[in-house]
């Protein structure tokens, strides 16, 4: 192991990862639930992708975004997840700096990337609800094509100075990291600079990346709520409904789950350290399972792909 440095940049190569640092024999018992969890993410994302790809009925604008939701859920698993289980299993608790920084550059990004598509995909039921007649001409391949880019430019854009800030703090003392991933927090803290401007540019650009994002995911839903209720049509109101069902459920479980882990990163003093971190793994593990599973189940016209996909093996 290298040995601690007064700069980042010099011989300071590495870090360890202390995964549970007041229980580590939860990582025995958690390594299952952990790779069955990691496993349903992977198979049931690939699926997902694999089955919109083939079924030619399944290529339109709500689906594609569906698939860049996938995309983001496979690469933040594959990011974080076999890191962990690397430790559980084989106590493999080492990470290189420059790792240890591209793993929070695309923790940081992509979580807000899976906001902001969950932003745009309540556009996209805005229009088909509020909109139907329009909805051909406003929600095309090509708004499609320019919502990714934008979802990935933006959240890229404003989440790349916080692992460049990290990266520029001299780390004098310690190098172990009190947690199983790089955490902005959780790195920082080791350094002998000042890291308030750090913490405050994270706290920032999350709060106005994720708050602006929730913010016209809850119009969108206010509008399409008002516009449910006026229709007088038998059965149109449960139909409407079901068309953003899934992806309202996912949205709640999404917001939700990061409400319990900022509450308890602000408790820290609080509550054993152990518990964020759990969150902070779940949080990476539970939705990207969730997010195809709910779609699969709900979605008529998906359940109806896989089901021509399996027939086909």
Known sequence: MASPSNSSTGLVSEFLLICFPNYQSWQRWLSLPFSLLFLLAMGANATLLITIWLDASLHEPMYYLLSLLSLLDIVLCLTVIPKVLAIFWFDLR???????????????????????????????????????????????????????IFVVARNALFSLPVPILSARLRYCDENIIKNCICTNLSVSKLSCDDITFNQLYQFVAGWTLLGSDLILIILSYSFILNAVLRIKAEGAMAKALSTCGS????????????????????????IPLDIPILLNILHHLIPPALNPVVYGVRTKEIKQGIQKLLRKL
């Open 94 to 148: 080492s990470i290189s700096f420059s790792a240890c920084f591209l793993q929070m550059f695309i923790m940081n990004s992509f979580l807000t990337m899976e906001s902001c598509t969950f932003m745009v995909m309540a556009y996209d039921r805005y229009v088909a609800i509020c909109h139907p007649l329009r909805y051909p001409s406003i929600i095309t391949d090509q708004f499609v094509s320019r919502a990714a």
């Open 247 to 270: 992806h309202f459920i996912l949205i709640l479980f999404f917001s939700t789950v990061l409400l319990v882990l900022v509450i308890t990163n602000l408790a820290r003093k609080r």
